[in-house]
């Protein structure tokens, strides 16, 4: 079956501008995750959405990042007042239940450019 | 205590070799690791998994090692290949993956 889709695969943008990367799960999947991957780094983990509520938002950096998951399903991750330091790969992931132990089967991912 | 510590960064081995991987963590409340494979411009692959009740977990060419008194793991490929040429992470968790930073491995023909 699909597997997790992320949209744009690319996006470039101007410090100061606003951003929304979206994420499609794999279908039936509870869990949603988000993990930000910096060159040669591994992902680190900024949201967990169990349904549509977010379960664990301890890794946003700051307030200029928001994620939603309206109807338990799609997600879009947003980010308001872009910096440089923003550039990264944003990962997506989901689970078919989440909680302790899932696995996580992750998206292409989205590569973030803020010029 | 969140931390997992991954050696080495990178790894060279001539094909047919058993490159090996090294994780160690802190925090005893993990109770998930998995491995995963990453080639560029992809995202990360599940590629094996282990929970701390079994010390070790093969899955074809694939073997993970579990030592919980010390706290680390080890991944371990089998008759290597040149198209196992890829940067893998090793994570723990109980909700949220903690990754380590990497190892990038070369198998050469």
């Known amino acids: 079956g699909a597997g997790v889709s992320q949209t744009p695969s690319n996006k470039v943008t101007e410090k100061g501008k606003y951003v929304e990367l979206r994420c499609d799960p794999i279908?039936?999947?509870?869990?949603l995750y988000w993990y930000r991957q910096s060159l040669g780094q591994g992902p680190e983990f900024l949201i967990y959405f169990q349904g549509t509520g977010a379960a664990d938002d301890s890794g946003l950096p700051n307030d200029r990042f928001f994620a939603v998951r309206p109807e338990g399903s799609v997600s879009t991750l947003k980010i308001q007042r872009t910096e440089r330091g923003d550039s990264a790969v944003y990962l997506c992931a989901s689970s078919p239940r989440g909680g302790r132990g899932a696995t996580q089967y992750f998206g292409p991912g989205t590569r973030l450019t803020v010029l | 205590q969140q931390q997992v510590k991954q050696s080495p960064q990178s790894l060279i081995v001539q094909k047919g070799g058993i490159p090996i991987i090294n994780c160690a963590y802190e925090n005893t409340a993990f109770d998930y690791f998995p491995w995963y494979q990453q080639f560029p411009g992809k995202g990360p692959a599940l590629l094996i998994a282990?929970?701390?009740?079994?010390s070790e977990k093969k899955e074809g060419r694939f073997t993970i090692s579990f030592n919980k008194s010390a706290k680390q793991f080890s991944l371990h490929i089998m008759d290597s290949q040149p198209g196992d040429s890829a940067t893998y992470f090793c994570?723990?968790?109980?909700?949220?993956?903690?990754f380590g930073q990497g190892t990038e491995l070369s198998v050469k023909p």
């Open positions: 282990i929970r701390p009740d079994v």
């Open positions: 279908s039936g999947h509870t869990a």
């Open positions: 994570a723990a968790s109980r909700r949220k993956l903690i």
